[in-house]
């Protein structure tokens, strides 16, 4: 499959039997500003991506929307699969298709940290980076102090490559940032 011919139908991934990866919609408003409105949740975000209005909700969903109608790239909901609830967001925000490589972020609410979920989830849309997208690497750049998402990018077998000195803006202060990759090679032997 061509890298192109993935945006002809957004990519609907199966994770397990509690949550799958879905387009974002506009009917996920409430839920997006509901688990983004906790200060523990918020605390590796920009302030800028920061829904704290129904409008700031509506643009940074039709951001994640644009990422996939014009082509740049894909960014999921997870979705409870009982009902639909929006609880988290995973994807790519920036891919670098002249070098196979992209960036994955991913956010989860409160409520579902410590299950499993998130590490199941990257590791799904890992799966999907690097046989559908085409890719050769998979980075991350994550503040130190970030120990629940370092956790999760070293069970994938995220290897660190160093620090991005004063690299993240957040809250008002610059923060080191550990840059992590996961090449294709790597993901296929696990």
């Not at 969903?61 to 909901?77: C, E, G, Q, T, V």
């Amino acid at each position: 499959m061509s890298v192109e011919n993935l945006f002809n139908s957004f990519p609907v991934i199966n994770v397990n039997d509690e949550v799958y990866l879905r387009q974002c919609n506009h009917d996920d408003i409430d839920d997006y500003l509901e688990y983004l409105s906790d200060d523990e949740v918020v605390k590796y975000v920009p302030e800028e991506c920061i829904p704290r209005t129904v409008e700031r909700a509506r643009e940074e969903i039709d951001y994640n929307l644009d990422l996939f109608r014009y082509k740049r790239s894909i960014y999921w909901a997870i979705a409870r699969r009982d009902n639909n609830k929006l609880i988290g967001s995973c994807g790519f925000n920036y891919w670098n298709r002249d070098h196979c490589r992209a960036e994955i972020s991913y956010d989860l609410g409160k409520k579902y940290w410590g299950k499993g979920i998130m590490t199941d989830v990257t590791k799904a849309v890992l799966g999907f980076a690097f046989t559908q997208m085409q890719l050769h690497r998979v980075e991350a750049t994550v503040t130190p102090t970030n120990q629940a998402s370092l956790k999760v990018l070293k069970k994938l077998k995220f290897q660190k490559e160093g620090i991005l000195r004063e690299q993240k803006f957040l809250h008002g202060k610059f923060y080191n940032a550990i840059i992590l990759s996961l090449l294709q090679k790597e993901y296929l032997k696990f």
